[in-house]
């Protein structure tokens, strides 16, 4: 995957996945929008540090469009985040309280076979 790709991709991935950061923000909306049932006040408290935790991945995908010199950690890192994702969602797929999150599977699915391609290219001679 050349160069010229990449920053696009890093974009679009970084902007989406700093959107789902809005649970930091507005927890309980965001919860319930997707369909996830508000528990308690730790769970809302869990739900906004995740929601956190997404933000600050997608801001450094960002980041990591512009200056490839820290575009292979971050990479690595939010792709080991997306993939940890990915499998808890795919492990608890038809649990009901978990069906407004099966569109990220998809989409961070996608994110992880991207940034694959990228970190195990083989870097020109």
Known sequence: ???KFIRPILYISGIVTLLAGAQFLAPS???RTTGV???DVGGVFYAQHWGLMVLVVGALL???ARHSEVRRPIMLAAGLEKLGFVGMLLTQWSEPALQ???GAV???SACVVLY???LFRRSPA
């Open 106 to 108: 998809a989409f961070d």
């Open 1 to 3: 995957m050349q160069e």
């Open 100 to 102: 407004g999150l099966h």
């Open 37 to 39: 049932p508000v528990g």
């Open 116 to 118: 694959l391609i990228y």
């Open 62 to 64: 960002v980041y990591a």
């Open 29 to 31: 909306f965001v919860l």
